[in-house]
């Protein structure tokens, strides 16, 4: 599955990496990234999966612009044979979207359990920043890293009446501190790299699926989700390094 195509050689496109894109929002990418001149790298947990059958008949047919790779980001291992991409010639990585993420509801801070918390910090929080790491480390060149937070993670932004979402919140306020210390450490190295934080907005994704003790406004589509993420992601610069931002383009307060 790892082998790269010859055709993903060329630099005349756009790189995309999708971390996480077996279903809901990285899935919606692939989908959205296949339909314009782009060339892509997809991963998911294990390339045996069930839940990969949706990504297999998105990309399946077109592995001259999408290829699949796994990667798990509960593993250092399988990240680092991510970051193994120098393998490619030329390679450039125009953008990368780290989309892996786990909410289990509810998380309550009363209640949840050392494992649960450990779970979400794992998956949501450190996985990412250190995919993210390997491939800064590695000599393939990074125009943007895009992490997939959450206006839950917003310190400023309390959302009180999320009952059930301690671990998920806190997970999600650790990357954006943890992605924001990123890119300053990037920028005092004089590492053009951009590093963004995207929510992605109330989503009808199968995580997102879960029966709260509040109405839910303002949900949208995985497909109007990505269009507008991918308008924000594409138009920002060097100067933007370390901001939040919503899918409608307006700028979230940490």
């Known amino acids: 599955m790892n082998q790269i195509p010859d055709v993903l050689y060329g630099t005349d496109r ?26 892509i790298f997809a991963t998911v947990r294990d390339k045996y999966a069930e839940h990969c059958s949706g990504l297999w008949a998105q990309a399946g047919s077109d ?31 125009d953008y990368v979207v780290i989309n892996a993420g786990v909410l289990r509801y509810p998380n309550r801070a009363t209640e949840m359990s050392f494992a649960e918390f450990a779970f979400h910090l794992h998956t949501n929080t450190i996985g990412p920043i250190i995919c993210a790491q390997n491939l800064l480390k590695s000599n393939i060149p990074v125009g943007t890293i895009v992490f997939m937070s959450s206006d839950s993670g917003s310190a400023q932004c309390f959302r009180e009446m ?19 210390h990123m890119a300053a450490e990037l920028k005092r190295k004089d590492d053009d ?62």
């Open 193 to 254: 790299t951009i590093i963004i934080a995207m929510h992605p907005g109330e989503v009808a994704t199968d995580m997102g699926n879960i029966e709260t003790g509040w109405t839910v406004e303002g949900i949208i589509s995985p497909e109007e989700s990505v269009v507008n993420m991918m308008r924000v992601i594409t138009t920002r610069d060097v100067m933007d390094s370390g901001t939040f931002w919503t899918w409608e383009g307006k700028q979230y307060p940490w």
């Open 63 to 93: 592995h001259g612009r999408c290829q699949l790779l796994v990667c798990d980001v509960l593993s250092e291992e399988s990240i680092i044979l991510v970051a193994n991409l120098t393998a490619v010639p030329n390679l450039r990585l």
């Open 162 to 180: 999320e009952d059930g979402f301690a671990a998920y919140a806190a997970s999600k306020a650790a990357l954006n501190q943890a992605l924001r």
């Open 14 to 39: 756009p790189t995309w990496l999708i971390i996480g894109a077996s279903r809901g929002i990285g899935l919606e990418f692939v989908r959205q990234l296949l339909q314009g001149n782009n060339r």
